[in-house]
Nanobody
Framework: QVQLVESGGGLVQAGGSLRLSCAAS????????MSWFRQAPGKEREFVAT????????YYKDSVKGRFTISRDNAKNTVYLQMNSLKPEDTAVYSC????????????WGQGTQVTVSS
């Protein structure tokens, strides 16, 4: 079992920055693909960014490319999402997720952290 706990959310003005953290416990995440998802009110959850375990390749939702950066520190069992140039449309609950083995969908999810961007 992997437990994931997000932190770092909050209220920020448009153009500002936040750094989200996802701390894992219970098992090392060094061999898990780690991802960030978000869900805005009244909308479905959507993919934001992912980082592979084998070579730390990263992939992003088109609308956050160039503004968000996902990274991982396997020694600290933590994944980060640096968010710059935030826009009101980035407002959502952000959750991290872990995908292991041959699974194509995450097996473990955090509870989420609220990010609110004011205009």
């Amino acid at each position: 079992q992997v437990q994931l706990v997000e932190s770092g959310g909050g209220l920020v003005q448009a153009g500002g920055s936040l750094r989200l953290s996802c701390a894992a416990s219970g098992r090392t995440i060094s061999n898990y693909v780690m991802s960030w998802f978000r869900q805005a009110p009244g909308k479905e959850r959507e993919f934001v960014a992912t980082i592979s375990w084998i070579n730390s390749n990263t992939y992003y939702k088109d609308s956050v490319k160039g503004r968000f950066t996902i990274s991982r520190d396997n020694a600290k069992n933590t994944v980060y999402l640096q968010m710059n140039s935030l826009k009101p449309e980035d407002t959502a609950v952000y959750s991290c997720a872990a995908t292991g083995g041959s699974s194509s969908v995450p097996q473990y999810w955090g509870q989420g952290t609220q990010v609110t961007v004011s205009s």
